[in-house]
């Protein structure tokens, strides 16, 4: 859990209550885009923070096209936001649409919203333009009595990009990378956890006879979900374990 100051807690869940209704009778009224980026300009002042005349604006050209929304701070743009009408579904081709915008552009963050959903990615230029998911969530799914969803919405707020801001976007990626189920899945998987388990096991029963592949056996088959031992997700873990041990090692053999 992070700590959020208590005015910006005070913001978005007095906002978060105004907004929700009024989404909502967006939605049956089925509003254009147009309308919808209204909306969602009021929300990024009443609910994330910003100043409508000195923190947002629809002006920022990207090769002669404008995106929807930008946010800017100091004369820096760290976020990017697609909008879309309130009934429209968040396809693939609109992703791709605003990560061709922060690809142009060098910015690493994007939001894409129809006001009610808000999706989250991150966007990398280390080889090639990549996008990834970070996180998203639904306005009428979010209850203000836990910290969980009051968090979600704090990592946009105004706070959470300035300076000197320890619980920002980039943070919160950083932790989501390392702890997540696949890395803690692998992790249990791996010859540390498994040989104290045996020590364990050993300790309290001397006659206990088991081998490293039979707990491995055990936890793959009967303790863990399939999901975390196979597929891609499983691949991926074990490549980003292997890339933080060989960093731990080196900072190691440095001091």
């Not at 404008?66 to 081709?93: F, H, S, V």
């Not at 922060?102 to 333009?129: C, P, Q, R």
């Not at 309290?204 to 975390?228: F, H």
Request: net charge neutral; glycine share 4%; proline share 1%.
């Amino acid at each position: 859990m992070i700590k959020i100051n208590t005015k910006a807690k005070e913001r978005i869940i007095k906002g978060v209550k105004r907004f929700q209704p009024i989404l909502n009778k967006a939605k049956q009224n089925d509003i254009n885009e147009s309308d919808t980026v209204t909306i969602i300009t009021d929300m990024l002042c009443d609910i994330f923070g910003y100043d409508k005349y000195e923190n947002i604006t629809s002006e920022f050209a990207i090769k002669k096209t404008y995106c929807d929304l930008a946010i800017k701070l100091d004369e820096n743009i760290p976020l990017l936001i697609e909008c879309k009408a309130i009934g429209m579904n968040l396809k693939d081709d609109f992703v791709r649409q605003a990560t061709n915008y922060a690809a142009e552009s060098g910015i690493e963050w994007v939001v894409l919203t129809n006001g009610i959903l808000w999706n989250v990615y991150k966007i990398s230029f280390a080889k090639s333009v990549e996008k990834e998911l970070v996180y998203s969530f639904d306005m009428f799914e979010l209850n203000t009595r836990k910290d969980q969803d009051i968090e979600a919405l704090y990592y946009l707020c105004i706070e959470a990009f300035q300076k000197n801001s320890k619980n920002n976007l980039d943070e919160f990626y950083i932790q989501k990378q390392i702890f997540n189920r696949h890395i803690v899945g692998q992790l249990l998987l791996s010859d540390a956890i498994v040989g104290g388990i045996k020590r364990q096991l050993r300790k309290l029963t001397p006659e206990t006879k088991v081998s490293e592949d039979e707990i491995i056996s055990l936890m793959t088959n009967e303790i863990l979900k399939r999901d975390i031992v196979e597929g891609e997700d499983c691949v991926e873990a074990k490549k980003k374990i292997q890339k933080l041990e060989k960093q731990a090692t080196k900072k190691e053999q440095s001091k």
